[in-house]
């Protein structure tokens, strides 16, 4: 038999993927997994013109494929979670399995979608969901599946982690290295779901939904992006040897029964395997409780890495409707009955990185390590530069150990100072 | 049904699985896979005191697990290619399902292994044979089927990495680093497969096999281990801004049939993401065309990290069995109709750092240049440093890319001169 595919949504990622289906098709053959392009949908029919496939197979409705009997398989590259979302529970209640690539999908309305897969026999596969052609969600489901998956802390946004790279090594301030980014294709016209933490956060519910075998929601998420760093914080970072990255952090507490899950902006030390990634590489840090601390490393997107992925869900599709197991991993756990709950981010304990913008005059250092010894929060370490202005002075102060709670509540007792000409810089230090 | 494992060689890792399958026993049943632990067999039974499982199960005879019909899957870790091969072709030949963490049995004995898997309708599965817990198996054959894989290199020994880490960081030479990791527990005794590269090699290989849907014969590949490294070579490298690893390095050639396959000491850019892989640290650097560069990373041999890769065949095999899928990853290509042909090394093109030891008088230096520009070898930089003995002085050249037919050609004559005092030692530079 032939497994038949149907694409719908033939923008960048979906023409990589035809692109990708054809030249792996004999390898894909001889490996027992013949695979046919049955069908492709996407109402922009102007991107059918570029798309090596003849005009046969092209629709603007998504309804022909999946209308289609003959199709098992149908790949969702719309994006978005409105039309995405009504295309995958149509196919799924089809008895169609789904391969998407739809982050969001998965993040805001997964259990949704894997309890209308399990009710109707079918399988839904997102390897590109996450960290694009690297095979995080396989190796998280698959080859760790002898772990408890303890801790995931990574750089999932490729747009965020290249504008924080020029950042550092151009001394560039945020606004002028977005503008180059969206003038290179790096970043979007609209880019606040990257920038915002947003895109990081879906990526980042779904890698915590599948290590606590329960349904992580993504709008419970503590979520900060990379908007407030400035070109200051990364030259005061480095000269404390450490580089500023967004990252997502998932922590199994052992003493709570929630999750630890957030994403924001850390400093990690500048020998961290973390720090060295850079531009727009992505990384994922698993530590498991045997395998101990893996690194999975590369391209986050683009066409052809998230291509890779898609096809990479095709081939095991495949096997499974050629093999007749409709279902080979669960789709069960990641459902509404099983909400696990996120410990509010006040809970978490850590080292902080605080630059305050002050007046500069006598007793002002003295004044905050006051109110932030009141609530048991030892100093690691203090810069105080020369003015740099006629108007503010930057204290510097990277703190040990704190809860957070403390932490913010010593905060907002300074922000009401006198002595205190801006808001507050607070950046979280991983180690 | 619940699928009966047998396990043969209860040693370190073999204790270890014991240890990840008993903890995970309710994950896995949960995920439909309920697995048994049905026989365990050592000739040394001395190891059976420490183990968390009953007399009844444990046997000297590993017959007793080949013959027990109710037994689906023989996990072979006993080690070696004599015995182990026995064990595995007789489980095969059984209709039992394989799994082991057997680099050389693979690498050495492969396509009669997965022949006689193919010809019993049965599978082979291997993760914990490249990379301890690293899914490097599963990501380069399921991952990134959607790849044509061009090129891997790789950090695929710990003990090598280890010593070469140490004898960076504090200045000693490889044998007082040796001694001490044998001290430690990380060389064995007789630590030639490792510091010679041998060990790396069996990895290699079965990657090799793996990117070329066909079979890379161990003993064809060039192999340079680790022993002839000095403290020099190390800090003149620093001095350059390089890193020395030992480094697996497969590549496919664009304008040869042959493959590129060879392990050596090589030294690579500080800022390379491999130079950053320190002590018992492996990575993979696989360069697919569709994904770009992938690196995986983690902890390549012990007994739970191995573990941790054992155990992830156990799903795999388990998840196969229940769906009646007996064989889902061809077996057939891995065979003895297919070999591989390996180019010779002196075919590749690199650079080469060049370290001379010669007597310190007018002419050397533009005597052994002109030798090596006679096979067109063109020098990038020289460090001479004054005299540090009355014998001899070293001398430093990297050269520009070149042939390695003509830069072998061009030591062997420099070597016959009177002016050289040892041996001269080379080291490809891998960009």
Same mark, same amino acid.
Not at 259 to 270: N, T
Not at 415 to 421: K, N, Q, R, V
């Given at each position: 038999m032939t497994v038949q595919i149907g694409l719908i949504g033939a923008g960048t990622v979906g023409g990589g993927v035809i692109k990708v289906l054809q030249k792996q098709k004999s390898i894909l053959e001889k490996a027992? &997994?013949?695979?046919?392009?049955?069908?492709?949908?996407?109402?922009?029919?102007?991107?059918?013109?570029?798309?090596?496939?003849?005009?046969?197979?092209?629709?603007?409705?998504?309804f022909d494929v999946l209308n289609d009997a003959s199709i098992d398989v149908v790949i969702e590259l719309i !994006?978005?979670?409105?039309?995405?979302?009504?295309v995958v529970i149509e196919a799924l209640n089809r008895k169609k399995h789904v391969i998407t690539a739809n982050k969001a999908l998965i993040a805001e309305h997964g259990p949704e979608i894997?309890?209308?897969?399990?009710?109707?026999?079918?399988?839904?596969y997102f390897e590109a969901a996450v960290g694009g052609g690297m095979p995080v969600i396989k190796s998280i489901r698959e080859g760790l599946i002898g772990n408890d998956i303890v801790s995931i802390k990574t750089i999932i946004n490729g747009t965020c982690n290249y504008i924080l790279t020029r950042m550092s090594k151009e001394h560039l301030c945020f606004e002028d290295v977005l503008k180059q980014a969206q003038a290179n294709g790096y970043a979007e016209a609209d880019p606040t779901l990257d920038v !915002? !933490?947003?895109?990081?956060?879906?990526?980042?519910?779904? &890698?915590?939904?599948?290590?606590?075998?329960? +349904?992580?929601? +993504?709008?419970?998420?503590?979520?900060?992006?990379?908007?407030s760093i400035s070109p200051e914080d990364i030259s005061f970072a480095h000269e404390l040897g450490y580089t500023i990255k967004l990252l997502g952090v998932i922590n199994k507490a052992e003493d709570s029964e929630g999750?630890?899950?957030?994403?924001?902006?850390? &400093?990690?030390?500048?020998d961290h395997i973390l720090a060295s990634v850079s531009d727009v590489f992505n990384a994922v840090l698993i530590d498991g409780d045997a395998v101990g601390r893996i690194l999975i490393y590369g391209r986050g997107a683009g066409e052809l890495p998230t291509a890779s992925a898609v096809v990479s869900d095709v081939a095991d599709v495949a096997r499974?409707?050629?093999?007749?197991?409709?279902?080979?991993?669960?789709?069960? +756990?990641?459902?509404?009955?099983?909400?696990v709950t996120i410990n509010p981010i006040e809970d978490i304990v850590s080292r902080y990185y605080l630059r305050f913008s002050?007046?500069?005059?006598? !007793?002002?250092?003295?004044?905050?390590?006051?109110?932030?010894?009141?609530?048991?929060?030892?100093?690691?370490?203090?810069?105080?530069?020369?003015?740099?202005?006629d108007e503010s002075v930057p204290v510097i102060i990277l703190t040990h150990e704190a809860l957070e709670s403390g932490l913010k509540q010593a905060l907002s007792i300074i922000?009401? &100072?006198? +002595?205190?000409?801006a808001r507050t810089q607070m950046i979280r230090i991983e180690q």
């Open positions: 027992g &997994m013949p695979v046919r392009l049955a069908r492709v949908a996407d109402k922009v029919t102007s991107r059918f013109e570029t798309l090596p496939v003849g005009d046969a197979l092209c629709t603007a409705d998504a !994006g978005g979670v409105t039309f995405a979302r009504t894997f309890e209308c897969a399990e009710k109707n026999g079918v399988s839904v !915002g !933490g947003g895109d990081s956060g879906h990526k980042v519910a779904i &890698m915590a939904s599948l290590i606590s075998n329960g +349904y992580v929601p +993504y709008d419970k998420i503590p979520i900060e992006g990379i908007t999750l630890d899950v957030r994403v924001h902006p850390a &400093m990690v030390k500048d499974n409707i050629i093999g007749k197991t409709a279902i080979r991993l669960p789709m069960s +756990y990641y459902n509404s009955s099983n909400v002050v007046i500069d005059e006598p !007793g002002v250092l003295a004044s905050i390590a006051s109110f932030l010894g009141e609530q048991g929060i030892s100093i690691a370490s203090v810069i105080q530069k020369e003015r740099h202005s922000e009401e &100072m006198d +002595y205190i000409l």
